[in-house]
């Protein structure tokens, strides 16, 4: 990966929101490899900021303490900036369906800030990371990054010189929060596992796999473009079993002896995710191993005409996709060391 970027990112000085979290701290990791002239991470989490200082070592790391909903700090925090990878966001779909008002605060306001100063600071580039939750959104989590999405892709209309797309992908293995570290911490106690539904499906990829993606596309990019990179999945149920299978004797369990229990599926979790809708498939085109969404651009005076050598239909829900057997789950988890 770093003969493929390295001259892309050499001297570039870089801003990562939600540079604590999940994605974001990957993306700072992976940055700090490469002849940056800096990256700024700006983040709330204080611990999460001291832990990754203390991690990287990097004296071309800046610890940004601030909320992106703080529109005064974000100017501040982007000045003088080159690329913007925007990965803050409330994730969580219960607590984001709990606190409905708190998620909009962040994924819809915090977002429209960081364009707003990225625009007038003429930011070369804006890529911001969005979800499989944002197809056809039955969640207050999803519908926030769905409006974030609109927002980023119709940022750069008018006079901008700033260049704003998405990458949009599912769930990375063993994020914060994420279902891993759960059945981790359930088979450590003897059980039970906790199943939302024997028939759930999630697409799944590794966290250099994310990053590849998220670098790749702020490299393509030439604005207004959704990224979606081919994604396999597997059933929540073979994950939970071959994870039994192979941690419960390092826990001093037989495997028989954790049982798994289906609790059902929470308020605002779909069964099957999708990464893009029928209506979207229409202005899909397929580039350097992946799906690259270009919307029609629609204003009060204009309607943008279908263009040729367009997909059509592409159905990349979950349930249908190319499912990991029992054995390719193991090998992944092994090579992520979560096994």
Not at 36 to 64: A, C, H, M, W, Y
């Amino acid at each position: 990966m770093k003969d493929k970027f390295a001259k892309f990112f050499e001297d570039k000085d870089i801003l990562v929101t939600g540079g604590c979290g999940s994605i974001g701290s990957l993306i700072v990791r992976a940055l700090l490899k490469y002849d940056v002239k800096r990256v700024r991470s700006l983040d709330i989490n204080e611990t999460g900021q001291f832990n990754l200082q203390e991690e990287t070592k990097s004296p071309k790391l800046r610890l940004l303490m601030g909320d992106i909903r703080d529109k005064r700090r974000l100017e501040w925090a982007i000045k003088g900036v080159d690329i913007v990878f925007h990965a803050a966001a409330l994730k969580h779909v219960p607590l984001c369906e709990y606190n409905p008002f708190e998620a909009v605060s962040t994924n819809v306001y915090g977002t429209q800030n960081l364009i707003e100063v990225a625009r007038d600071e003429e930011v070369e580039r804006f890529i911001a990371i969005s979800t499989d939750k944002a197809v056809n959104p039955i969640n207050t989590m999803g519908a926030t990054k769905l409006l974030s999405e609109k927002l980023v892709m119709n940022a750069s209309l008018g006079d901008v010189k700033t260049i704003f797309s998405c990458v949009r992908f599912g769930n990375v293995l063993n994020s914060q929060g994420s279902v891993i570290p759960i059945f981790v911490r359930e088979i450590s106690q003897g059980g039970p596992v906790t199943v939302t539904s024997k028939e759930m499906t999630r697409f799944f990829m590794s966290g250099q796999e994310a990053v590849n993606t998220i670098f790749k596309a702020v490299k393509l990019m030439r604005g207004r473009e959704i990224f979606i990179p081919r994604m396999k999945s597997l059933r929540i149920l073979d994950l939970a079993e071959v994870m039994i299978e192979e941690l419960a004797p390092k826990y001093g369990y037989k495997p028989s002896e954790i049982r798994i229990k289906i609790i059902g599926v929470r308020p605002g979790e779909k069964l099957h995710e999708s990464l893009m809708t029928e209506e979207e498939a229409k202005h899909v085109e397929k580039l350097d191993g992946m799906f690259v969404l270009r919307p029609a651009v629609v204003t009060p005076t204009l309607v943008e005409e279908e263009k040729e050598g367009r997909l059509g239909h592409v159905d990349y829900v979950s349930k249908n996709a190319e499912l990991l057997k029992k054995e390719e789950i193991k090998k992944l988890l092994k090579a992520e060391k979560i096994l």
